[in-house]
């Protein structure tokens, strides 16, 4: 049995050419750089940082009170055998701090040095942000708070600020003094 039937393999070859070439001049989109982040709220607004640096999210645990400490320092839980500072951030950010309802989440961050709780008044999730869109923080933010604010972005029916999670992590006024 013989086939009869055959096929230009050097047509076949130039076809392949001209799709080839023609894909490579068609103009692609520039795909815009996205980060994946956690959103929550604070004080009322939206906020989000890296997801890197998020561990977990927990339900806010009993937290035990320490003497003497900052006012950034609520409290310590015991996470898995490990005893890890809860924050509340608010202060810091010169935000209102509405009482707490069951929505409230503690978010385990690690930095560079250590690992600690951020108190948020609920998660809303994680998503991912166009970072070519995020712009300046306005000028009626605090200038302290300011500092650890990255840009804002546009969402919906508000805005959402990006806090540089990193600087917050490092900021003195974080060390607790004997």
Do not use: H
């Not at 050419?17 to 795909?31: D, M, P």
């Not at 003497?67 to 310590?76: A, D, F, K, Q, R």
């Not at 604010?149 to 999670?165: A, C, E, H, K």
């Amino acid at each position: 049995m013989s086939d009869t039937t055959g096929y230009d393999i050097r047509s076949i070859l130039t076809e392949m050419r001209q799709e080839y070439w023609q894909g490579l001049s068609a103009k692609t989109e520039v795909q815009e750089e996205l980060i994946e982040c956690i959103t929550f709220t604070l004080g009322g607004e939206e906020f989000a940082f890296e997801t890197g640096y998020a561990a977990e999210v927990i339900r806010v645990p009993k937290l035990v009170k320490l003497p003497g400490n900052s006012t950034l320092i609520i409290g310590v839980f015991n996470l898995r055998g490990k005893i890890i500072a809860a924050m509340d951030i608010r202060p810091m950010l010169r935000l209102p701090e509405p009482a707490l309802t069951r929505s409230a989440r503690i978010i385990v961050v690690k930095g560079k040095n250590f690992t600690t709780g951020i108190l948020t008044e609920a998660v809303l999730g994680v998503q991912a942000l166009p970072l070519g869109q995020f712009e300046p923080v306005v000028k009626s933010v605090d200038s302290s708070a300011r500092e650890f604010l990255r840009g804002q972005i546009q969402r919906g029916n508000g805005m959402t600020m990006l806090l540089d999670i990193a600087r917050l992590l490092d900021s003195p006024a974080l060390v607790v003094s004997n």
